[in-house]
């Protein structure tokens, strides 16, 4: 129930299309949903996070779709570029234990 | 303003030793977590501090233990270390919403432990 099932485990994008992500949960007590970018050697940096009381939050060309009562989430990119090429991972949170749960990880390859 | 640092970059230690990893949380953050990063198994929650105090540990064993200190620095330590502990450990600080709960993590460049 804790899990947070993530696909596909990897993506190869033409520059200038859009890069799909999809995640699932099971734990209806998840209150947070953040999707974390990370390169070689670095950090989980924090790309765009919504909470269940919105269905859609776009940041820049980075979109987080959430449909609470299927309980999926999925991270759009639009026009993709080559510096996009990274690991994407999605993750859910309950604030009581402020632990995040994250996805298994997308990497994704933007072709030039 | 700076982010979440953390020290050394890289460890190297051999089989049965300790290891000692710190963190630097963002001004005014009073929460830290700590991550392992492990090949193959992803990211796995290990500890959450806040002010001071442990407030919740994921599926590791005892020998994983950690502090916070006054000025909200944590460190990690890791007893006996096996093989299998070889990751990047990952700290990430978070301030905490005007309710009390914990609001956004945002995660250091993370450790390389290597266990020979």
């Known amino acids: 129930q804790q899990q947070v099932k993530q696909s596909p485990q990897s993506l190869i994008v033409q520059k200038g299309g859009i890069s799909i992500i999809n995640c699932a949960y099971e734990?209806?007590?998840?209150?947070?949903f953040p999707w974390y970018q990370q390169f070689p050697g670095k950090g989980p940096a924090l790309l765009i996070a919504i909470r269940p009381d919105v269905s859609e939050k776009k940041e820049g060309r980075f979109t987080i779709s959430f449909n609470k009562s299927a309980k999926q989430f999925s991270l759009h990119i639009m026009d993709s570029q080559p510096g996009d090429s990274a690991t994407y991972f999605c993750?859910?949170?309950?604030?009581?234990?402020?632990?995040?749960?994250f996805g298994q990880g997308t990497t994704l390859q933007v072709k030039p | 303003e700076a982010g979440v640092t953390q020290s050394p970059t890289h460890l190297i230690k051999t089989r049965g030793q300790q290891a000692t990893l710190r963190c630097s949380p963002i001004?005014?953050?009073?929460?830290v977590y700590w991550y392992q990063q492990a090949l193959g198994l992803g990211l796995q929650f290990l500890l959450w501090y806040d002010e001071g105090e442990e407030r919740n540990r994921g599926n590791f064993p005892p020998r994983f233990s950690g502090r916070q200190f006054p000025n909200y620095s944590s460190e990690l330590n890791v007893n006996a270390l096996e093989l299998e502990d070889s990751a990047l450990y990952l700290c990430?600080?978070?301030?905490?919403?005007?309710?009390?709960?914990?609001?956004?993590?945002?995660f250091g460049p993370g450790t390389r432990l290597t266990v020979l």
């Open positions: 993750a859910a949170r309950s604030s009581n234990t402020g632990k995040l749960i």
């Open positions: 001004s005014g953050h009073t929460s």
């Open positions: 990430a600080s978070s301030p905490r919403l005007a309710g009390g709960s914990p609001d956004t993590q945002y």
């Open positions: 734990n209806t007590a998840f209150d947070y």
